[in-house]
């Protein structure tokens, strides 16, 4: 062996998609963003994406947790956590007392929701106040179409979906910006300063209705228009969860269309791969296999729909109590602890129009697969599980074995970037656990942008977790 053969074979090199692309590759990675794009399109919010994901489970032969006294291996079940996050099980031949292989993704996304109470009345418009969820760029949120996505619960019990400015010839809303000509003071202010989010008022409506009696006239055709379609009044908004977000379908992007581009890409691009790889196992998994879809990870994983709420703990002791006759705390934590995931969640491709902010040596590429992140964090991997060294050799000797282009990554420099995802929960349980996911560009924007590969890479690198549990 000369030199030059014993450096390539000592050195790591991470390959771009380009080096293997062949027809076969490129009609697979685009026949899958086909499903992919329409998923996105018809999931904006997460209560859409778990009424999706659980249509498309039943159609794929899986049954409710709850309806089921008895489990065995091959049964494929699901349960759904408040209509906002949804976990499905495909029960693999092991002992379940050997652990559970668990993909986890969220599926929440930065928005902007209603206050409690929204509507009010200004120079003859009607307007709809907001309160951003997760973290947001503000200035992307102005002068862009806006479709409204939600439910609102009403006193009686019952509830009523709304969805409006997705169909053709459907209506629109907008946040007003201010015009250049008047932008000078503005324009000298810091990002951080020069938008203030308590005026993020959504333009509602312009035309007035009723006699001299009514002092708000536009702000009352407006209540009526909503009372006439969905036989809300405005108390009603107190207990609703309405989202505004861009309206419009998920595109591709380029000439070549070799990129997709679409709202809440973070992290529907992993939850949708994470599905998808459960569904196309051919055979019983050797392990339980789980794709588990949680709620509020942008704003910190609480509540009773986040990862740190008992809700998977619950659900995978009915599934053990299902199987072996019983399930009580020793055994939960002693499947846990046997237990691994992949923590499904997107990271920051490299940008050349900013490449001050990323460390190129240790960034992720657009074009070079699923991204592997050892851990994520900020100032000191503050917030970060930090996977064991142990498994992230199984993770990469899986995905080696499996043909699955993959790449490491961080989220740009020391001290500049970083961020956390739902693994640091997850490892508080007991579990293995490495963050895994797909390489965004212009993460948290309105239009966020892939790589089709890349997404692809992403669907194989989660259903080769799933199909090799040694």
């Not at 503005?186 to 951080?192: A, D, F, Y």
Request: proline content about 3%.
């Amino acid at each position: 062996m000369n030199d030059k053969e014993l450096f390539e074979k000592l050195s790591y090199t991470v390959k771009h998609v380009n080096t293997v692309l062949d027809e076969a590759l490129k009609a697979a990675a685009f026949e899958y963003c086909e499903g992919y794009k329409d998923y996105i399109t018809k999931a904006k919010t997460e209560r859409e994406a778990v009424t999706l994901t659980e249509k498309i489970a039943q159609e794929n032969g899986f049954t409710a947790l709850c309806d089921m006294s008895v489990l065995k291996p091959g049964d494929k079940v699901y349960s759904i956590n408040g209509g906002k996050g949804i976990m499905l099980a495909i029960i693999g031949k092991e002992d379940i007392l050997e652990g559970v292989n668990i993909v986890g993704a969220h599926l929440d996304a930065p928005r902007l929701d209603l206050k409690p109470r929204p509507l009010f009345e200004d120079s003859d418009m009607a307007w709809l106040k907001t309160q951003y969820y997760g973290g947001i760029r503000k200035y992307q949120w102005l002068a862009l179409p806006l479709a409204m996505h939600g439910v609102i619960c009403k006193t009686d019990g019952t509830s009523v979906d709304i969805c409006i400015g997705e169909e053709a010839g459907e209506p629109v809303f907008t946040i007003t910006d201010l015009l250049p000509h008047l932008a000078q003071e503005q324009s000298q202010k810091t990002l951080s300063n020069a938008f203030n989010a308590d005026n993020f008022h959504i333009l509602m409506g312009g035309l007035p209705k009723g006699d001299d009696e009514i002092k708000e006239k536009v702000k009352f055709n407006v209540l009526s228009m909503l009372y006439e379609k969905y036989g809300i009044t405005e108390e009603d908004f107190t207990s609703a969860e309405i989202e505004f977000v861009p309206a419009g379908a998920a595109r591709d992007v380029g000439l070549d269309r070799a990129l997709v581009g679409g709202y809440a890409q973070d992290d529907r691009v992993c939850s949708y791969a994470a599905l998808k790889a459960l569904l196309d196992m051919q055979q019983v998994p050797e392990k339980t296999a789980i794709c588990l879809l949680v709620d509020k990870e942008e704003i910190g994983s609480m509540g009773r729909t986040g990862m740190k709420s008992r809700f998977f703990e619950l659900q995978l002791g009915d599934i053990t109590a299902k199987l072996i006759g019983g399930c009580n705390i020793d055994i939960l934590n002693k499947i846990l602890f046997a237990s691994e995931c992949l923590s499904a969640d997107v990271g920051a491709a490299y940008d050349p129009q900013y490449p001050e902010v990323f460390d190129r040596r240790n960034s992720a590429f657009a074009g070079k697969g699923v991204l592997l992140c050892k851990y994520t964090g900020g100032r000191g991997k503050s917030g970060s599980s930090d996977a064991s060294a142990e498994f992230t050799a199984k993770v990469r000797r899986i995905f080696n074995e499996n043909d699955v282009l993959w790449q490491n990554g961080e989220l740009g420099k020391v001290d500049v970037g970083g961020g956390g995802t739902i693994a640091q929960y997850v490892a508080n349980l007991g579990i293995n656990v490495i963050d895994c996911g797909t390489a965004l560009f212009c993460m948290h924007a309105p239009f966020e942008v892939a790589n089709k590969f890349d997404c692809y890479m992403t669907y194989k690198a989660y259903k080769a977790f799933f199909e090799n549990a040694k």
